[in-house]
Protein backbone atom coordinates (compact mmCIF):
# COMPACT_ATOMS: atom_id res chain seq x y z
CA UNK A 1 0.00 0.00 0.00
CA UNK A 2 0.92 3.54 -0.81
CA UNK A 3 1.39 6.48 1.53
CA UNK A 4 -1.38 8.33 -0.38
CA UNK A 5 -3.68 4.78 -0.30
CA UNK A 6 -2.71 4.37 3.47
CA UNK A 7 -3.95 7.98 3.97
CA UNK A 8 -6.78 7.64 1.72
CA UNK A 9 -7.71 4.50 3.82
CA UNK A 10 -7.53 6.26 7.43
CA UNK A 11 -9.28 9.83 6.58
CA UNK A 12 -12.10 7.24 5.55
CA UNK A 13 -12.31 5.20 8.61
CA UNK A 14 -11.99 8.30 10.47
CA UNK A 15 -15.14 9.94 8.58
CA UNK A 16 -17.12 6.75 9.04
CA UNK A 17 -16.59 5.88 12.21
CA UNK A 18 -17.03 9.40 13.34
CA UNK A 19 -20.45 9.46 11.10
CA UNK A 20 -21.46 6.20 13.40
CA UNK A 21 -20.35 7.57 16.97
CA UNK A 22 -22.67 11.19 15.89
CA UNK A 23 -25.56 8.56 15.59
CA UNK A 24 -25.01 6.64 18.29
CA UNK A 25 -24.31 9.18 20.93
CA UNK A 26 -21.02 8.77 21.75
CA UNK A 27 -19.68 11.61 19.76
CA UNK A 28 -21.41 15.34 19.91
CA UNK A 29 -21.90 16.80 16.48
CA UNK A 30 -19.47 19.16 16.93
CA UNK A 31 -16.59 17.35 18.09
CA UNK A 32 -17.49 15.00 15.29
CA UNK A 33 -17.41 17.94 12.76
CA UNK A 34 -14.04 18.28 14.23
CA UNK A 35 -12.98 15.07 12.76
CA UNK A 36 -14.34 14.87 9.45
CA UNK A 37 -12.94 18.75 8.38
CA UNK A 38 -9.11 17.77 8.34
CA UNK A 39 -10.14 13.92 7.10
CA UNK A 40 -11.94 15.44 4.18
CA UNK A 41 -8.43 16.63 2.44
CA UNK A 42 -7.50 13.20 2.50
CA UNK A 43 -10.12 11.09 2.07
CA UNK A 44 -10.15 11.10 -2.14
CA UNK A 45 -13.49 12.49 -2.84
CA UNK A 46 -14.61 15.83 -3.38
CA UNK A 47 -13.25 18.11 -0.29
CA UNK A 48 -17.31 19.37 -0.44
CA UNK A 49 -19.20 16.67 -1.09
CA UNK A 50 -22.84 16.85 -0.14
CA UNK A 51 -22.50 15.21 2.69
CA UNK A 52 -19.47 16.57 4.05
CA UNK A 53 -19.97 19.84 3.30
CA UNK A 54 -22.32 20.95 6.64
CA UNK A 55 -19.59 19.80 8.49
CA UNK A 56 -17.37 22.74 7.24
CA UNK A 57 -20.15 24.92 8.04
CA UNK A 58 -20.83 23.27 12.28
CA UNK A 59 -16.91 23.55 12.44
CA UNK A 60 -17.07 27.35 11.15
CA UNK A 61 -19.50 28.36 13.00
CA UNK A 62 -18.32 26.31 16.61
CA UNK A 63 -14.92 26.64 16.17
CA UNK A 64 -14.51 29.34 19.48
CA UNK A 65 -16.47 27.00 21.51
CA UNK A 66 -14.20 24.89 23.77
CA UNK A 67 -14.53 20.80 23.48
CA UNK A 68 -12.12 17.50 24.51
CA UNK A 69 -8.33 19.05 25.69
CA UNK A 70 -9.18 22.55 25.25
CA UNK A 71 -11.25 22.18 28.34
CA UNK A 72 -8.32 21.89 30.10
CA UNK A 73 -7.70 25.43 29.59
CA UNK A 74 -11.01 27.01 30.80
CA UNK A 75 -12.23 27.88 34.40
CA UNK A 76 -14.60 25.98 35.21
CA UNK A 77 -17.07 29.30 35.69
CA UNK A 78 -16.16 30.05 32.51
CA UNK A 79 -17.40 26.47 30.75
CA UNK A 80 -20.56 26.67 32.84
CA UNK A 81 -21.87 30.12 31.75
CA UNK A 82 -20.87 29.02 27.86
CA UNK A 83 -22.86 25.44 28.67
CA UNK A 84 -26.02 27.48 27.39
CA UNK A 85 -24.66 28.02 23.78
CA UNK A 86 -22.88 24.84 23.46
CA UNK A 87 -26.14 23.31 24.26
CA UNK A 88 -27.82 25.43 21.57
CA UNK A 89 -25.23 25.08 19.10
CA UNK A 90 -25.21 21.31 19.35
CA UNK A 91 -28.61 20.59 18.90
CA UNK A 92 -28.47 23.03 15.67
CA UNK A 93 -25.63 20.76 14.68
CA UNK A 94 -27.57 17.81 15.81
CA UNK A 95 -30.20 19.00 13.39
CA UNK A 96 -28.54 19.88 10.18
CA UNK A 97 -25.85 16.63 10.44
CA UNK A 98 -27.82 13.81 11.46
CA UNK A 99 -29.21 12.82 7.91
CA UNK A 100 -25.63 14.11 6.08
CA UNK A 101 -24.59 10.68 8.90
CA UNK A 102 -27.09 8.59 7.77
CA UNK A 103 -26.26 9.07 4.05
CA UNK A 104 -22.43 8.67 4.79
CA UNK A 105 -22.71 5.46 6.49
CA UNK A 106 -25.21 4.41 3.81
CA UNK A 107 -22.69 5.15 0.93
CA UNK A 108 -19.87 3.43 2.88
CA UNK A 109 -22.08 0.18 3.94
CA UNK A 110 -23.51 -0.32 0.28
CA UNK A 111 -19.76 0.14 -1.53
CA UNK A 112 -20.57 3.25 -3.16
CA UNK A 113 -17.47 4.92 -0.98
CA UNK A 114 -15.06 2.07 -0.55
CA UNK A 115 -12.89 2.04 2.32
CA UNK A 116 -10.24 0.18 -0.29
CA UNK A 117 -10.35 -1.53 -3.97
CA UNK A 118 -7.76 -3.71 -5.57
CA UNK A 119 -8.27 -3.70 -9.62
CA UNK A 120 -7.98 -6.45 -11.25
CA UNK A 121 -8.20 -7.22 -14.86
CA UNK A 122 -12.04 -8.07 -15.11
CA UNK A 123 -13.53 -7.48 -11.71
CA UNK A 124 -12.71 -5.28 -8.54
CA UNK A 125 -12.33 -6.10 -5.04
CA UNK A 126 -13.56 -3.77 -2.38
CA UNK A 127 -13.04 -3.65 1.13
CA UNK A 128 -16.42 -2.20 2.43
CA UNK A 129 -16.71 -0.44 5.79
CA UNK A 130 -18.08 -2.30 8.67
CA UNK A 131 -21.52 -1.40 10.40
CA UNK A 132 -21.22 -0.56 14.28
CA UNK A 133 -22.25 -3.47 16.13
CA UNK A 134 -22.21 -5.93 13.30
CA UNK A 135 -20.63 -9.23 15.14
CA UNK A 136 -18.99 -10.64 12.08
CA UNK A 137 -18.70 -8.87 8.65
CA UNK A 138 -17.89 -10.65 5.37
CA UNK A 139 -16.89 -7.46 3.86
CA UNK A 140 -14.80 -8.21 1.42
CA UNK A 141 -16.50 -8.21 -2.07
CA UNK A 142 -15.12 -8.71 -5.42
CA UNK A 143 -17.73 -7.22 -8.16
CA UNK A 144 -17.88 -7.83 -11.96
CA UNK A 145 -17.75 -4.44 -14.52
CA UNK A 146 -21.18 -4.32 -14.34
CA UNK A 147 -21.74 -4.50 -10.77
CA UNK A 148 -22.98 -7.72 -9.94
CA UNK A 149 -21.09 -9.73 -6.87
CA UNK A 150 -18.70 -12.15 -7.94
CA UNK A 151 -17.47 -13.61 -4.75
CA UNK A 152 -17.61 -12.45 -1.38
CA UNK A 153 -14.51 -13.45 0.79
CA UNK A 154 -15.48 -15.70 3.81
CA UNK A 155 -13.76 -14.73 7.15
CA UNK A 156 -11.87 -17.60 9.16
CA UNK A 157 -14.31 -19.72 11.57
CA UNK A 158 -14.05 -19.74 15.38
CA UNK A 159 -12.72 -16.18 15.20
CA UNK A 160 -15.50 -14.38 17.19
CA UNK A 161 -15.88 -10.98 16.16
CA UNK A 162 -14.38 -10.12 13.33
CA UNK A 163 -14.26 -8.26 9.56
CA UNK A 164 -11.60 -7.89 6.93
CA UNK A 165 -9.16 -4.34 7.48
CA UNK A 166 -7.04 -4.59 4.49
CA UNK A 167 -6.32 -6.64 1.11
CA UNK A 168 -3.72 -6.22 -1.30
CA UNK A 169 -3.02 -7.74 -5.21
CA UNK A 170 -0.30 -10.48 -3.97
CA UNK A 171 0.30 -12.63 -7.20
CA UNK A 172 -2.69 -13.60 -8.70
CA UNK A 173 -3.92 -13.37 -5.41
CA UNK A 174 -5.96 -11.03 -3.02
CA UNK A 175 -3.84 -11.07 0.31
CA UNK A 176 -6.47 -10.21 2.90
CA UNK A 177 -5.78 -9.53 7.06
CA UNK A 178 -8.25 -9.69 9.17
CA UNK A 179 -9.38 -7.83 12.90
CA UNK A 180 -8.53 -11.26 14.42
CA UNK A 181 -5.22 -11.29 13.38
CA UNK A 182 -5.49 -13.50 10.23
CA UNK A 183 -4.04 -12.90 6.62
CA UNK A 184 -6.05 -15.39 4.51
CA UNK A 185 -4.94 -15.56 0.19
CA UNK A 186 -7.92 -15.77 -1.78
CA UNK A 187 -7.88 -16.43 -5.64
CA UNK A 188 -9.40 -12.96 -7.37
CA UNK A 189 -11.48 -15.54 -10.04
CA UNK A 190 -12.83 -17.36 -7.78
CA UNK A 191 -12.84 -16.07 -4.14
CA UNK A 192 -11.13 -19.48 -2.92
CA UNK A 193 -9.05 -19.04 0.13
CA UNK A 194 -5.72 -20.74 -0.64
CA UNK A 195 -4.18 -19.88 2.36
CA UNK A 196 -3.97 -18.84 5.42
CA UNK A 197 -1.86 -17.95 7.95
CA UNK A 198 -2.04 -16.21 11.80
CA UNK A 199 -0.03 -13.21 11.64
CA UNK A 200 -0.73 -11.02 14.83
Given at each position: M??A????M ?12 ML ?5 Y ?6 I??A?F ?6 L??D??C??G?D ?7 F ?6 W ?8 Q ?21 I ?7 I ?20 D??T ?7 S ?6 R ?14 A ?11 WS ?10 G ?9
Amino acid sequence: MTIAESETMVARLMIFEAAQDMLAGKLSYIEGARKICPARFSWGLDELDADVRCFVGIDSETEALPFGKLREYWQAAALEALQPEIGRKEAWARKLAEPHCRNLIQRFLSGLIEIKSVELPDCQVVLLARANGDYRTDNLVCFNSDGSVRWRAALPSDTGPDSFVDAALDGNNIRANTWSGWAIWFDGVTGAANKSEFVK
